[in-house]
């Protein structure tokens, strides 16, 4: 029921900056966290920062002190704002909501078609 297009993804040099937004839309986004995840070839996907519908916020350790993630509960979107990109982070972000979770088993909301982030000189 939830969509979500992520957009903003490109590709920049070491040091450079992208912005990313995610649109959510469904009934669940304003009593959900929301996350950022971010995969890339031959990798799992991994949780990079997550939101609270209040605006607490995590971020992995390979990222902290370079990007925050904020949201917008009026618009629905959440964002994530990369500074002093590596090529380490070069991945597909994609944007979710927190997995529901029975009996031990997390089930996403359907992933969108995610945004390239390319860092490279």
């Known amino acids: 029921q939830v969509q979500l297009v992520e957009s903003g993804g490109g590709s920049v040099q070491p040091g450079g900056s992208l912005r990313l937004s995610c649109a959510a839309s469904?009934?669940?986004?304003?009593?959900?966290?929301m996350g950022w995840y971010r995969q890339a070839p031959g990798n799992q996907r991994e949780l990079v920062a997550r939101?609270?519908?209040?605006?607490?916020?995590n971020y992995a350790d390979a990222v902290k002190g370079r990007f925050t993630i904020s949201r917008d509960n009026a618009k629905n979107t959440v964002y994530l704002q990369m500074n002093s990109l590596k090529p380490e982070d070069t991945a597909v972000y994609y944007c979710?909501?927190?997995?529901?979770?029975?009996?031990?088993?997390?089930?996403?909301?359907?992933w969108g078609q995610g945004t390239q982030v390319t860092v490279s000189s």
């Open positions: 979710n909501s927190d997995p529901r979770v029975q009996g031990g088993v997390k089930t996403y909301d359907g």
């Open positions: 469904g009934s669940s986004f304003n009593s959900n966290a």
């Open positions: 939101i609270t519908r209040g605006g607490s916020t």
